[in-house]
């Protein structure tokens, strides 16, 4: 089944809520550069934010600083879909640490995931980077 983004976040808040969500898991190490804040900015831009949240969203990337816990999605699919997102965004630098897991974990649990399901969504996660990595390995090789 092909989800589809718009059909996912179907609204300001969750669209709001999906971007800050990820910016919360990329300052959980405690920086942020003009990059990410790019990214950030252009994919609230990409999903049809309008502006006010848009506003909102980059006076918070600005600030540095956000608080995890007003972050709820409306349905559990939304909350499995920035889960998932979240962990390849995560992943993409090659590590992730105790303090993401940390901020995903209580996201998880506040939109009421099981932290089996993390679990569970971390390792399909891992298992796609090694696929990956075996890949790319293949490639150099040949």
Request: include cysteine.
């Amino acid at each position: 089944m092909v989800m589809e983004i718009a059909k996912i976040l179907d609204s300001q808040t969750a669209k709001y809520n999906f971007i800050k969500g990820l910016f919360c898991l990329a300052i959980a190490d405690g920086q942020i550069d003009d990059t990410e804040r790019t990214f950030f900015l252009t994919a609230a831009s990409q999903l049809g934010m309008q502006a006010e949240p848009f506003e909102q969203l980059s006076a918070l990337l600005n600030s540095g600083n956000a608080d995890h816990a007003e972050i709820r999605f409306n349905t559990r699919q939304q909350a499995v879909f920035f889960v998932r997102e979240a962990l390849q965004l995560c992943y993409v630098d090659g590590s992730y640490g105790k303090k993401e897991r940390e901020v995903l974990e209580a996201i998880s649990a506040n939109c009421g995931l099981e932290g089996s399901l993390l679990a569970s969504m971390e390792e399909w996660v891992m298992a796609g980077i090694r696929w990956r990595a075996a890949g790319e390995k293949f490639m150099e090789e040949v």
